[in-house]
């Protein structure tokens, strides 16, 4: 069984009660946790008692633990996967040898960085979803979103757990800064990209769940491959809730455009690009659904750093972050002298051009994340062909839109054709949301909290949370 201790204040299964400097310097952070949560965690939510889940072990079956709690009491463990005994280096320069449970000096800053990025993240797209809670489509919804916001604070103290238990006064200092960056600020911004970027509506919110809490997969399983034994368990463990995200998001959208064809059929809507009428109707349009996919994909896209990176490589070669399943695959797990397509961009073509495989890792798990994607959009697809239409959502080009990388300074549209800027700009409604979609989004947005109910816009799920009826009262609002 999983030996969590939940007596204490900060529930964990790595002892932390027999290591009293860490413990005193967690409780230290804890406060500034808790306070960081109360202003920026899910606004006007604070104390309502939602039907959460609680990770209570680590074991796979049963691990979670379901009943109402107010979130800042919300119990945010320390949980690592189970140590896995003799397990060895699988990949790079340290492949055979028994995986570290400390870090290795030189390769010290190089880890720190990968922690401290990975752990930024988490409190970001918390803030960015602290509004989402005013505008829930329904209860089901409501407790949805704080379920995935508890969530990723926990993942931040997954990670602030590291820091502190293995980086000494650097790893506290990074801690603390962790606190205190904001998403989409100007002077303290969150480190990467995507993450400063707004979720203003629902759409957005299952976009961002289905695309970027899926690179969030991608990067922990990379990771969760590490030679730093303490990260790979921790990473471990953090996928195991990041399933549920992704839930949240694909069917969120399969919801959405469920609700749409269902509606646009009993309408005897022909052209499902006739946004006009179907906007009329109050649901959401797929041609807007489409833009959405451009805009949240591409974003996530640039989360896989450059395509041919040194940093990645180095990580690689140190045997700090691996390959997507790197032990199922069938290679040397050197990289020294093996190449791997990558798409490029050479005389105004995208051309697959091979590199020294070494170099080329962030682009492979590019790969494998666009797959994953492909089999997410089959769904949605099969939904709407369900209804007799012949509309199709598809992901752009990988080359359009993007801000890092091979293609951050070329024009693409999304199948992929190279164009001019002035072209470019003069179809960027045709590809991206503009303010009239935004706006439209934002008519359609309004809290529903009447249990068993939902928005016009959406369809009801097909199962309540843990088995609960359809019309279980997931959030208590008081009346
Ligand atoms: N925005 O060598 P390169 C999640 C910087 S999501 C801004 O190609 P590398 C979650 C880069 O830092 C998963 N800057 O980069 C999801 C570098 O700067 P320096 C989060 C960017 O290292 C939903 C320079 O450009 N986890 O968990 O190969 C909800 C050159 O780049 C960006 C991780 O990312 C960007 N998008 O790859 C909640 C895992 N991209 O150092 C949570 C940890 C690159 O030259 N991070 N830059 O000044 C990593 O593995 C890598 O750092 C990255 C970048 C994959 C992010
Ligand atoms: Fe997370
Ligand atoms: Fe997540």
Known sequence: MSNVDYDSLIPNNVG???????????????????????TMGPDGFQDLEVYLRTAIGVDPEGWARFG??????????????PQEKNRRIAFGRHKGEPVWQEVPGEYRAMLRRLVVIQGDTEPASVEQQRYLGHTAPSLYDMRNVFQVNV????????????????????????????????????????ILGAFNEETPDWLSFFMFTT???RDGKMQLEALAQSGFDPLARTTRFMLTEEGHHMFVGRTGVERVVRRTCEIMRKNNIADP?????????????????????????????DLFGAEISTNASNAYNASLKGRFRETTIDDDHLLH????????????????????????????????????????????NKAIADHGYDYRLS?????????VGEFSDIYATPDGNVVGQAEWERRREEWLPDNDDLEFLLSLMEQVTEPGKFSHWIAPPRAGINGKPGDFEYVRIAA
Not at 68 to 81: D, H, Q, S, T
Not at 273 to 301: C, E, W
Request: charged share 30%; with cysteine; net charge positive.
């Open 16 to 38: 932390l009660a027999s290591d009293r400097r860490l413990q005193r310097a967690l409780e230290k952070w804890h406060p500034g946790f808790i306070d960081w949560w109360k």
């Open 68 to 81: 109402y709690v107010k979130m800042p009491e919300y119990r945010w463990g320390i949980l690592l996967a």
């Open 151 to 190: 969530e990723e604070g926990r993942h931040l103290w997954a990670m602030v757990y590291l820091l502190h238990k293995y980086f000494g006064r650097d790893g506290r200092e990074e801690a603390e800064d962790l606190l205190m960056r904001r998403s989409g600020n100007q002077d303290k911004p969150r």
């Open 211 to 213: 695309f970027t809490d």
């Open 273 to 301: 690009t006739d946004t006009g009428a179907v906007r009329k109707l109050g649901v959401i349009d797929l041609p807007t659904m489409q833009k959405k996919i451009n805009f949240h994909y591409s974003v996530t896209l």
């Open 337 to 380: 002298d093996s190449t791997y397509p990558v798409l490029k961009h050479v005389n105004g073509k995208l051309v697959n051009v091979d590199e020294p495989a070494i170099n080329a890792v962030n682009s492979r798990l590019c790969d494998d994340f666009i797959a994953d994607c492909e089999q997410v959009l089959a769904t949605w």
């Open 395 to 403: 992901l752009p080009s990988r080359a359009f839109h993007r801000a």
